[in-house]
């Protein structure tokens, strides 16, 4: 079995996906707001490329959120932390989601034979579904507006990392430089991730604590699935 | 001061290389055959793409150098091996050279201020002659027939690594992971590079003494420069 790994959007090439087992990461912030949102009991995530479609989905139940440059967007219930999706927030909740890199990567994924949700804090979890099913995998970076970024580029090699623990598979060059990029720096996940342009902005804008609880190993054991327009446990 | 790395040929837009300092890594082996030659005395290396164009080219002065699927091409004098352009062989001599990657991504390399060629053997060389510059640089990894290779990405790992030492640059995502990956290797580049399919497959037709060879670092001092469609030191 083969694991390709996608740099960023902008290099999905959807014909590729037939068949596969597919993992997309958007871990600063996206994925990781989904995997904790589930974890802490929403019903559901809608994830929606633009504001609009989801100011015209919502009604009285779901909620909004998302993030247009890191920031919450107006007049939306929640931002792209997930600190903010607590269980008192979002238990029984349908949430409607629109973010600039991860909901755009979902919507590239959808020929995928599945669609799994990674993360870093569910990284042995999302392995682990996606080796059960004993196939070709493709793990997708979402990237930071269409370019390679370092942060998805490391969680992809933690859940790499995990899968050949579980099963043999060949890796092209680029899984296998994520691979490594994990193995040599396992031990401080937060020193290599801060070199991630992304990141700085995110911290210059005062979220280093998202970025502390994303890269935080395994907290949560759900891997959600995107099936038909909407993501569940 | 700005350090941009481009995965492979495909990933070249020409107008971003407008004014910058580009460096071409083929590490096996064009650019590392290229250092070689002009090391031990050659008089200059004409890249060519086709082996029409090669032929057509020589008269009796020139040697023929190149490969197809790794090997040697018919009528050829030389193959893509370094270990072949030893001093005995090329000096005082114009060789003309035809690549499957690193001679395509030499041609689309055209539009930078200066372009040197990098590999291994001379990263310190190259590292120390491209920040004199002072100016914005552009690696371009030249990849295996349009892919990412991992074996390019460690080579302009240790040349980043090195421009760093010399100067303040700020590094885009791609160019800090290559940077980190040599930084976390350095002590064993060759369990590192055979991870690489393109190595995988010169191992497997006999030719695992040029990978030693290829990256050994810093054997040679010279930094070759590619402009008119002539590389000179």
């Known amino acids: 079995m083969n694991i390709s790994l996608i740099p960023s959007v902008e290099h999905i090439k959807e014909e590729e996906l037939k068949d596969k087992v597919v993992i997309v990461i958007d871990v600063l912030r996206a994925t990781s707001v989904i995997v904790t949102a589930l974890a802490n009991g929403a019903k559901e995530v809608i994830p929606v490329l633009e504001i609009e479609d989801a100011l015209e989905l919502k009604s009285d139940m779901e909620l909004l959120g998302g993030e247009r440059k890191g ?8 931002s792209n932390s997930p600190l903010e999706y607590t269980r008192e927030m979002v238990e029984g909740r349908s949430i409607i989601m629109t973010t600039t890199n991860g909901t755009r990567a979902l919507h590239k994924a959808k020929e995928g034979d599945k669609i799994y949700i990674g993360a870093v804090i569910n990284g042995v979890s999302a392995a682990k579904k996606a080796s059960d099913e004993k196939k070709d995998m493709a793990i997708i970076c979402a990237g ?16 790499i990392y995990e899968v050949l623990k579980r099963g043999e598979y060949e890796l ?7 691979y490594m990029a994990y193995r040599d720096n396992k031990h401080d996940l937060i020193s290599y991730v801060k070199m991630a342009k992304h990141c700085k902005y995110l911290i210059s804008i005062g979220l280093e604590e998202d970025i502390k609880y994303c890269f935080t190993e395994d907290i949560a054991d759900v891997v959600p699935e995107y099936r038909d327009g909407v993501i569940k446990l």
């Open 172 to 178: 092209d060059d680029f899984a296998a430089a994520a």
């Open 71 to 78: 920031l919450k967007i107006d007049g939306f219930d929640l």
């Open 144 to 159: 930071t507006y269409g370019k390679f970024s370092l942060d998805d580029f490391l969680c992809a090699g933690k859940i």
